[in-house]
Nanobody, 123 residues
């Protein structure tokens, strides 16, 4: 049984930082590209960042480029999202996801999802 379990969310002031973690089990982690998505109330789930199987390449949505960093540790079967200079518009539930495809931004191409962790940024 595949499990992705996000942690590290919380309440932070604008300009602050958080680091999300997502350990994975039940899959060959190094065979999957990984990504973070987020969903704010009333909105569709949107792509945030993705990383290739080896970790050699990363991709970001424009609104987080330069502020967020996605990384992975294949020895620990874990993907991370370092979020800096947080803004109120970053408030959402953040999900990690695993894809058997190349790293991409499409929710339909991701096979496994975590349950999400809430990030709230106050102004």
């Amino acid at each position: 049984q595949v499990q992705l379990v996000e942690s590290g969310g919380g309440l932070v002031q604008s300009g602050g930082s958080l680091r999300l973690s997502c350990p994975a089990s039940g899959l060959t982690f190094g065979c999957y590209s990984m990504a973070w998505f987020r969903q704010a109330p009333g909105n569709d789930r949107e792509f945030v960042a993705a990383i290739t199987r080896s970790g050699s390449s990363t991709y970001y949505t424009d609104s987080v480029e330069g502020r967020f960093i996605i990384s992975r540790d294949n020895a620990k079967n874990t993907v991370y999202l370092q979020m800096n200079s947080l803004k109120p518009e970053d408030t959402a539930v953040y999900y990690c996801a695993a894809s058997g495809w190349y790293a991409n931004s499409q929710t339909s191409r991701y096979d496994y999802w975590g349950q999400g962790t809430q990030v709230t940024v106050s102004s």
